[in-house]
């Protein structure tokens, strides 16, 4: 059965840090560039980052560079999402996806989603 697990949400004041995780099962992660989204309340779903095949190719979207970064560990068929600096504006429902991923963006197909982790940004 192919799943996504992601973990690593939860509460943390403004200018913490977290770090989550995208366990994959069920399929290789190598296969596939790697993207993470996510979802406020009242607000569309935006992409945040994703990551190539081979961890080469990243890209992050404006809002999130230099205080984001993405990894991966194929050997553990996992991706990472490294999140300093956190503002309340962060605060989300983060999820992890299939993609296609460039320098310049990320593309579908999402073949494959998680169930999301909560990131909530609070004093």
């Known amino acids: 059965q192919v799943q996504f697990v992601e973990s690593g949400g939860g509460l943390v004041q403004p200018g913490g840090s977290l770090r989550l995780s995208c366990a994959a099962s069920g399929f290789a992660l190598e296969r596939y560039a790697i993207g993470w989204f996510r979802q406020a309340p009242g607000k569309e779903r935006e992409g945040v980052s994703c990551i190539g095949r081979g961890a080469g190719t990243k890209y992050y979207g404006d809002f999130v560079k230099g205080r984001f970064r993405i990894s991966r560990d194929n050997a553990k068929n996992t991706v990472y999402l490294q999140m300093n600096s956190l503002k309340p504006e962060d605060t989300a429902v983060y999820y992890c996806?299939?993609?296609?991923?460039?320098?310049?963006?990320?593309?579908?197909?999402?073949?494959?989603w998680g169930q999301g982790t909560q990131v909530t940004v609070s004093s």
């Open positions: 996806a299939t993609l296609l991923c460039d320098y310049s963006g990320y593309y579908g197909p999402y073949d494959y």
